[in-house]
């Protein structure tokens, strides 16, 4: 055991550090670090990404911003993932050159993030470990053991972390399903032998701490899925998460079991099955049939599976919908399966998909209407388990928005736990020794992946393509001599501003506006770019006002000849 | 009756025409025609608003665009107004100068409107009509009768219309509550009395048609929130739709019974209230306190009735939560209550107005956790009942999307309604005589209110607005002799946009596409403004895209001195 081979010195102390994944379910990325103040070694657990809402157009994903750790690069032990989802290990090929330090993983979580490391071409840089389920890994003064949980992908890992300080439990993500269908069930011995060591702190996901009662098992998914089919006539076509790899498997028995061949249909899909056949998973399946070969097929023998259940538009589901899908054509009498949550946000893309396989007589069938979707989050039931089992002196919730960590806290209040702590990314805490406290707020925010540019969140170009997709946008240019005189008509570029005088385009009216405030000027001003590109402004920005009642963006370049 | 004092002559046709509220929930705007094909009469119901979602950014609210009835004015008999809900009346103030029609409505509809008509100083222009609940009317051959209902504002009405080619049920928005707390019980004995006369068509309200069972009743609601506030100490705030009339009186009432003096916080709170007051509702229940008052009330004793369920940025309960309201500020250990559900769409900002009042210690309670709102729409079994009062030959959905208005016309079939008919905007439907048919495609869609202006759906000036939301906005100034020779330094404005490359802003990099991609120009094609400009536009666009993976709109603008 490290805690008696590795004594605590006078001034070591044990911190943790969120810098992504308090405050929004997504973009996880966690920091303990162990040492005295001036000389702290580093451990990261996962390093995700999140997706963009509609106040962040022309942004393709978001991730932590690592300028902290990149500070502590020397110091930085290794990244540890506890598992493939998105929110886990997506900004990993993003951000590694900016931490370059080995990365450890179970043999599907490796598979995964392999195959997003050979798309960045960054395969042969990046020292990725691989670890054996319930394997156990020393980093420094962290010793570190990987526990089997269940979730909705394979091999989700808790983390339990040793330090000469005291034990740590970081669950990653995880429910209690006593009959996954793929890999183990819940490592509760571990769990419990881990509790009786007694165990400092849990940081614990918090996803579903509103929800009471039980996220459900896998089983009774594949139960219900089974008879649901059965009672299908004609094509029928299921979407889930690609990741969801117990659900694959529940489809393609299900069809199987109701004489249908499954066909894997959109990029995740076979990119997921593939890493899961290398890693010795869905050997239980049959082989599906390819998009081509299954128009060969009488429908009520096919059942297809389809990524886009969150209504993306450019995902296979979608494509089926609008009939223009390559291979796949679904008609009046056939019937889409939503095996799926909607995430908070795709509303309406969903709705609207609905819709179109609606309009064409498609049948649409939801977790509102059957029973074919869990969760893979603890709710309330679970979260007081596993505090049964872990019994941690202080609680920390992650993996949530505020309202979730606070409910969290009150929950672990409740069950007794000594101490709670809700923080927010960037707060580092000391855990040990002594009271939980917050010793720190280091840098921390979100950058933005802009086109392929990384952008810290909160710079300029963001926030001023908003302002233009509310009021557009208008460039004034004038020539002038050097006393200010119009040499040409001023030109104009206005985009995204509707016209607003009867017979006069919106250009007409900012270039009418443009040229009365420079002639207007007093020569001596007139002289000046600044002067008179500001008397234009103001004079094309009030006419604007005036007629539209908006106020947009507008530039003047002044060139003087 | 004026079916046998007017016979139908042999080239008359009713027939039946939405503008809006086929295909979406909300903007609705209902045609009917009567007479033959070259000279019809038509009667108007409802004229209402929708709003944006994030792909319309700028816009304020969307209509029906009235352009084919406008061609028709002096054949438009009228438009009635079944009762006061934004998507029903929202449009007139915006739209009645193109119709110049007269107006009917029930008086607290009337009041509601003529509160919008001052605000457009229209009050005095619209001949609007009051027409007490129950009420008749005779326009051309248009026989209408009033018939009360129930739904979530005072004074729902369905039009029973009488033609000489048959009646026609046109419901409005409606569900059954046998207890609704303000106004009549939904007047049955006159639902079934036209069943009776015999129904060619019924158009019927969609909206809930997915939600088996009913909708419930205000009583519950009003048993439950007396209940839910009696438990709670310190200060209560309860947020709610303004317009529900009856769950403004419940909340007040639950207030009273609790010993809290209510606060009315918001405009459209006031709005209502007075508006319901000056038609004889709200007779007793206790005058509200003022906002400036209620501070030196105990918190015990107050409870705040606040607008901004939907998470509205600039309604009360956004600002409370901010705690930026002038009079009221709610802290640890008080209660907000949600008795309103989420309109799709609005998730992300009501989650968010969720975290913003938790992370303040603010309990938040919501028809999730507690039984504290019902639908204002009819479920499923609701809406067999109806159809068992009216007994229609002909099922014509209406305020729903494709898939509520497809799952209406199914459930229609299975109760052996013998026709059913699904439109979208615009589909001009004959339904008597003979079987129901589409025999017209007239010109619908959407109008936006931009700024003050109102502007055609899918006109450039939103597309570019969305363009320059992803990828920014570029304009270039080149100032060029008659030879297309720089006379100086390209100028540009960058909107939206990185910087590109290292040490260089992207301006610069722009500038330097453009110089170079000029400057190479052959004499003779740079004397030709269009060939410098696009030689520019090509060259800023393709270094952009190069850098940047995006390809922003860019602008040339060529001055020749």
Known sequence: MTRSERPASINDELVFLPLGGTGEIGMNFNLYGYGPATKR???AIDLGITFPDASE???????????????????????????????????????????????????????????????????????????????????GPFDLTFVTLT?????????????????????????????PQIGDVTDIKTLTAFGDEGVRAIVCDSTNVLSPGRSGSEADVRKNLTALIGTLKGRVAVTTFASNLARLSTIMKAAEANGRHTVLVGRSMHKVTSAARETGYLKDVPTPVSEE?????????????????QGEARAALSRIADDSHRHIALSKGDTVIFSSKIIPGNELPIFELHNRLSERGIDVLTEKDHDVHVSGHPCRDELIQM?????????IPVHGEPRHLLAHAELANELQVPEQLVLRNGLMARIAPGPAQVIDDVPAGRLHLDGRVLVRAGEAPLRERRQMSFAGHVVVSLVVDDDGKLLADPEVACEGIPDLEEGLSVEDTCREAADDAVSRMRKSAARDDAA????????????????????????????RV
Request: net charge negative; proline share 9%; glycine share 8%.
């Open 387 to 395: 505090y049964q089992w872990i019994r941690p002196e202080l609680s």
């Open 41 to 43: 070694k580093w451990l």
């Open 532 to 559: 008179v590109a500001e008397a234009a402004r103001r004079a094309v920005r009030g006419r604007l006002r005036f007629l539209w009642d908006k106020k947009p963006p507008v530039r003047v370049l002044v060139t």
């Open 151 to 179: 979730h909705s992908i394979p091999e989700p890992n808790a983390i339990a972390i040793r330090t000469p300080l005291g034990n740590v439990m970081h669950t990653g993500d995880w429910k209690i399903d006593d009959a």
């Open 293 to 309: 070969d299954a128009g060969f097929l009488p429908p009520d023998n096919v059942l297809y599976l389809c990524t886009g259940s």
């Open 57 to 139: 157009p022309g942004i393709d994903v978001i991730m932590p911003d690592p300028i902290f750790i990149e500070g502590e690069r020397e110091n930085l032990l290794g990244l540890v993932l506890t598992h493939a989802h998105e929110d886990h290990i997506g900004a990993v090929a993003h951000l590694w050159e900016r931490l370059r330090c080995p990365v450890y993983a179970t043999p599907f979580t490796a598979a995964m993030l392999r195959g997003k490391l050979a798309e960045a071409g960054l395969l042969n840089d990046v020292p990725l470990h691989e670890v054996p389920l319930g394997g156990h890994l020393q980093l």
